[in-house]
């Protein structure tokens, strides 16, 4: 059975004029329901403890290198889309991490930049999936 899936956020002006929220495709909706779980550090959705990633820990202990950010984003990233995410089949998850100076000349920032990539495949149509993110951490932004 195929579900109907609303925009995030939610316009909820148009609900007090009783209108219908914007509807999106499935694809749409699964890839913002990524971008909410790979960007809410786990334990602060009141609902459920176990909502969000531990890359928000990531912050607290930038001396790692590039390789066991990587391997710690991918692994709580998995986790978390496996326990979340029941209408995509998990295929692969990719992480880059680079350094990229942010900010004015004068005033350079170096932060380190994470790109986020799952591939896998929509249970309700059988599809291939494709969705893609970066953010800075240290501290996290977007």
């Known amino acids: 059975m195929r579900g109907i ?4 956020p939610m316009d909820f002006g148009r609900i007090m004029d009783q209108r219908d929220g914007e509807k999106v495709s499935v694809d ?4 913002e329901h990524l971008f909410m779980i790979v960007t809410t550090p786990l334990g602060r959705c009141k609902f459920d403890d176990h909502f969000g990633t531990e890359i928000f ?3 607290f202990d930038l001396p ?9 984003i991918s692994r709580t990233v998995k986790k978390s889309i496996i326990r979340h995410e029941k209408r995509l089949l998990l295929e692969d998850i990719e992480v880059a991490v680079s350094n990229t100076d942010i900010g004015k000349s004068e005033r350079k ?3 380190k930049k994470v790109t986020v990539a799952v591939k896998g495949l929509i ?8 969705f893609q993110k ?5 501290p996290l932004s977007y």
């Open 5 to 8: 899936y609303y925009k995030t």
């Open 28 to 31: 749409q909706s699964i890839a």
């Open 57 to 59: 820990e990531v912050d």
């Open 64 to 72: 790692k290198s590039d390789n066991s950010i990587k391997e710690f």
């Open 109 to 111: 920032r170096v932060k």
């Open 123 to 130: 249970k309700e149509t059988d599809r291939p999936f494709f």
């Open 134 to 138: 970066s953010f800075f951490i240290g």
